[in-house]
Structures are given as C-alpha cells and as structure tokens.
T-cell receptor
Framework: EPEVTQTPSHQVTQMGQEVILRCVPI?????FYWYRQILGQKVEFLVS????????KSEIFDDQFSVERPDGSNFTLKIRSTKLEDSAMYFC?????????????FGPGTRLTVL | GNSVTQMEGPVTLSEEAFLTINCTYT??????LFWYVQYPGEGLQLLLK?????DKGSNKGFEATYRKETTSFHLEKGSVQVSDSAVYFC????????????FGKGTTLSVSS
C-alpha cells in the first residue's frame, strides 16, 4: 500500500539554525500539506501546495518558513532560523484530486527539537 | 472561521464498554468531516469520514453520523478493546480538494482490561 514517508524521524538543532524537513508524498497525489503538532496540543495546518505553488497557508506560516518541490518526488519544509517555539512534530500529508475533499494521507512525522 | 470542538479527555474505559466522543463543528457551507486516530508514537491515520449530511462513516467498529441540524459528528463504538487506546481527532475540511484540515484538540482514550 502506498504511503507518505518523512525524513528524518527526529531532528535536533540549535536555535537560529536552518532545518529542512523532507517528505515523499504518495506518487500520484497532487496536493501536499504540512501540519505541526506541539507536544500535547492539537494538530495545526501550516501550508498546502499544488501545481508548484502555495495554495493556502496559515498565520503560523510566516517568512521563516518555505516549501519546495525540488524534483518529482520530494516535498520539503524549510525553517530558516529556528526558534525554541518551533519544537514540534511536523507532519507531511498528501491527497489526490477529487470533486469533494479527498482523504489526506499523513506521514509518520518528524520530531523537531530546537535547543 | 471554521472550528472543531471535542469533548475534553482523557476518557478511561474498561474493555467492552461503550464509547462516545463528542464532536461539534462550526463551518460555512457543507464541510467534509473526519475522525483521525493517533496511536502512541505514530502519525495520524484516517479512521472514518462523511462528506454530506446524514452520511454515516464507519470503520473497525467505530461509527459517526454527520448531523447538520446539530452540527455534530460524534464518534461511537459499541465495545472498545485495549488496542483502541489512542488519541482521537475530529476534523473538518472545505469541499474542494486541497483544502486544509481543521482539527479539534484531540481526546485521549485509555482502555484497560
């Protein structure tokens, strides 16, 4: 069964450093998403991406964040200068096209720890 | 804006007990509704969904009915198992493909034998 994969599973970084979180969505999906979950809190939407551009983003997704699809398979989230409050689990998701909202398939997540 | 409200947890039950986790939503138009489950140390998995009023989603013995008149999507299971212990998230999204999922805060279920 196809699945979304994410690397690394755990990333530790120093405050102010840049990090890149990587995702491989399901191969025939066209919509890609990033969500985050701060420990013990709810899952929050960051950004969605379609046709090589951002289609929707939340207030959380400020200038410190960027997304890219550098090739035909990877989807990345970059945080330019990490802050302590960026520590969270980051989930990538993908979905296919459908008339109504289709299921979003989630990856296992990357736990980001900013020290 | 759109939002989802779930009952506060944790919910602690004995095996074979009946489960209800309440979920209500606020949305414009006719959203799609979902329940996702997160097992310890894992990511989110879709448990069930409903895309229009009066639809019933079901999976693994869990059910939820899309009630537009009460803006609710309560999750139920007749007989829980220890393996059902997890965090359950109610969520909604807009009608169009590619729209964001809006999640509730999650309800932790703990089932003991």
């Amino acid at each position: 069964e196809p699945e979304v994969t994410q690397t690394p599973s755990h990333q530790v970084t120093q405050m102010g450093q840049e990090v890149i979180l990587r995702c491989v969505p399901i191969s025939n999906h066209l919509y890609f998403y990033w969500y985050r979950q701060i420990l013990g809190q709810k899952v929050e939407f960051l950004v969605s991406f379609y046709n090589n551009e951002i289609s929707e983003k939340s207030e959380i997704f400020d200038d410190q964040f960027s997304v890219e699809r550098p090739d035909g398979s990877n989807f990345t989230l970059k945080i330019r200068s990490t802050k302590l409050e960026d520590s969270a689990m980051y989930f990538c998701a993908s979905s296919g096209t459908s008339g109504r909202a289709g299921e979003q398939f989630f990856g296992p997540g990357t736990r980001l720890t900013v020290l | 804006g759109n939002s989802v409200t779930q009952m506060e947890g944790p919910v602690t039950l004995s095996e074979e007990a009946f489960l209800t986790i309440n979920c209500t939503y606020t949305a414009t138009g006719y959203p799609s509704l979902f329940w996702y489950v997160q097992y310890p140390g894992e990511g989110l998995q879709l448990l069930l969904k409903a895309t229009k009023a009066d639809d019933k989603g079901s999976n693994k013995g869990f059910e939820a009915t899309y009630r537009k008149e009460t803006t609710s999507f309560h999750l139920e299971k007749g007989s829980v198992q220890v393996s059902d212990s997890a965090v359950y998230f109610c969520a909604l999204s807009g009608n169009q493909a590619g729209t964001a999922l809006i999640f509730g805060k999650g309800t932790t279920l703990s089932v003991s034998s």
